[in-house]
């Protein structure tokens, strides 16, 4: 993907450590860089440690999905791209893909994550200025096709 309103995070290397013994990186690796990535991408909206420290307000993923299309190994590198699906004053459901650096698709990640008060913990509306900043993220996005796997569910045919 290369359409310029479609976040893209930094390019990140397989780490050793999450080579299994199938000689490709483990299944939990992938949600490791997805969350990597998010958080560049939640970084750009207001969220982060700053904002959990200042405001006492953070993110909580509330449901992930991931589809495993190709195997990553050690030496690869890869981007992830994020979109905002939709969004309410509380959550928002976003859409990630994983690129290996030669341009070819690894990975899906799909996620509902909720806007929650620490103090609580309970799920509680964005303040103004960081609801416009998902706003405008996904408002910039909308005019991009469905990504493909969006909404797909596990089931025998």
Known sequence: MTDQSLFMSTLHAIEPGWIDYNNHMN????TVL????????????????????TRGLTT???EFHIRYLRELKLGDRVRVAF?????DEKRFHSFQEMYHEEGWLAATGESMVLHVNMTGPKVAPMPGDIQ??????AVAQAHLPQPDGLGGAISLR
């Open 27 to 30: 299944m939990g690796y992938y």
């Open 34 to 53: 997805f969350d990597r990535c998010a958080d560049e991408a939640y970084a750009t909206m207001g969220f982060g440690p700053d904002y959990a420290e």
């Open 60 to 62: 909580y993923t509330a």
């Open 83 to 87: 979109r905002i699906v939709a969004h």
């Open 132 to 137: 416009a900043k998902v706003k405008a993220m």
